[in-house]
Structures are given as structure tokens and as C-alpha cells.
């Protein structure tokens, strides 16, 4: 099946400073990759449309300073919280669609990046 | 904009008690349905999907959800539980074309007792 791996599975910050969080499609490639974020015993919530060479597409209410966000090949995306604070810590998901579907197809889930920020 | 409603946050069942998770959905158009899984720790697994077609889906590990159009409804059902099927359950949709990020309902705590 399709595999998709995020990493760091956890990583812990100071406040202030940038962390990078990577999504990859292991064995098929994604143009468009999703990026969510789960507080605690709360729901997914979608951040962010990322695609392969081009911006990526933002929620509402979602900074795009903040949460920076690079799709530079069909396989990698990337997500930057930029000058972490204590509130931007969460659960953060991203997914990805194989290219190889057509029409309406499932999108494969990584397995979460548990940032805290203290 | 679609919205998700996930009736029950906590369900507590017995081992073999049959299952049903409600969830209703609130969009016009053409939409893809999917129920996913949570195990404490772990990653989001998908259930079961519907996309078009017959509208009783059967998924893994024994679960299977019924859409109906008219109710904007895509309940999950399991006629007997296990205790392995302690988990969160996430309904979720987008819509027809399937090229959106997904919309996901709260979610339901599901807590089987030996």
C-alpha cells in the first residue's frame, strides 16, 4: 500500500525559533500533498493545500508567514513553523494523493509530528 | 462550506454489542465520504471509503457504513464489537472531484469493555 512518512515523529522547541516538519510519498508520487493539525482530544483540521511547484493554497484563519509551506518535488512537502510559540504546539498530519488516481481518490496519511514549544 | 456532525463524542459498549456511529454531513453537491480510525498512539487508518456506486461500503476489520443521499448521512456500523476496536472514529468528506483536503467531523470516542 501507499506509504507516507512524516518527520520528526516529535520534536521539542524553544520558543522563538523555526522548526521544519517533512512529509514524503515513499513509493508513489504526490503533486498535491494536505496538511492538518489536531489539537488534543479535538478534530483534524485542514491548514493547507501544498502543490508540486507551485504556492500552496491556505485555509481561512491560517497564516501563511507563520506556516510556511514548500512542495519542491513530487514526493517531498515541507512545513516551517516559523518563531514558534507555546500555542503553536499540536499534532501536525499531513496526507497526500496518489498521482497515479484518477478521478476521486483517497489521500494516505502520515503518521503526525507532535511539536511542542516550550 | 461543508461541516460534519459526529453525534456521539463517547460511546462505551460491551464485547459484542452492535455498533452505529452517526455522522451527517452538510454540503450541496456531489461529495466523498470516508470513515477513519485512531488507535491510541498511532496514525490515522482509513475504514472505509465511498466515492460512488453502491451505496453500503464494506471496509476493513469487519465495519461497514451505509450512504444516504437523502438523510446526508454516512452512519458506521459493526454488528459485533471487540475490545480492539477501542479507538477515535473520524467521519470525514470532500467533495466530488476528490482534488480537496478532507473535512472531518470531532470525532467519537469508542471505549469497549472486556
Known amino acids: 500500500g501507499a506509504v507516507v512518512s512524516q518527520h520528526p515523529s516529535w520534536v521539542i522547541c524553544k520558543s522563538g525559533t523555526s522548526v521544519k516538519i517533512e512529509c514524503r510519498s515513499l513509493?508513489?508520487?504526490?503533486?498535491?500533498m494536505f496538511w492538518y493539525r489536531q489539537f488534543p482530544k479535538q478534530s483534524l483540521m485542514l491548514m493547507a493545500t501544498?502543490?508540486?511547484?507551485?504556492?500552496?493554497?491556505?485555509e481561512q484563519g491560517v497564516e501563511k508567514d507563520k506556516f510556511l509551506i514548500n512542495h519542491a518535488s513530487l514526493t517531498l512537502s515541507t512545513l516551517t513553523v516559523t518563531s514558534a510559540h507555546p500555542e503553536d504546539s499540536s499534532f501536525y498530519i499531513c496526507?497526500?494523493?496518489?498521482?497515479?488516481?484518477?478521478?476521486?481518490?483517497?489521500?494516505?496519511f502520515g503518521q503526525g509530528t507532535r511539536l511542542t514549544v516550550v | 462550506a461543508q461541516s460534519v456532525s459526529q453525534h456521539n463524542h463517547h460511546v462505551i459498549l460491551s464485547e459484542a454489542a452492535s455498533l452505529e456511529l452517526g455522522c451527517n454531513y452538510s454540503?450541496?453537491?456531489?461529495?466523498?465520504l470516508f470513515w477513519y480510525v485512531q488507535y491510541p498512539g498511532q496514525h490515522l487508518q482509513l475504514l472505509l471509503k465511498?466515492?460512488?456506486?453502491?451505496?453500503l461500503v464494506k471496509g476493513i476489520k469487519g465495519f461497514e457504513a451505509e450512504f444516504i443521499k437523502s438523510k446526508f448521512s454516512f452512519n458506521l456500523r459493526k454488528p459485533s464489537v471487540q475490545w480492539s476496536d477501542t479507538a477515535e472514529y473520524f467521519c470525514?468528506?470532500?467533495?466530488?472531484?476528490?482534488?480537496?483536503?478532507?473535512?472531518f467531523g470531532k470525532g467519537t470516542h469508542l471505549i469497549i469493555q472486556p
Open positions: 496526507s497526500a494523493r496518489d498521482d497515479r488516481g484518477r478521478g476521486a481518490t483517497e489521500a494516505f
Open positions: 513509493d508513489f508520487q504526490a503533486t498535491t
Open positions: 501544498s502543490n508540486e511547484g507551485s504556492k500552496a493554497t491556505y
Open positions: 454540503y450541496g453537491g456531489t461529495v466523498n
Open positions: 465511498y466515492f460512488s456506486g453502491d451505496p
Open positions: 470525514a468528506v470532500n467533495s466530488g472531484g476528490g482534488a480537496d483536503g478532507l473535512t
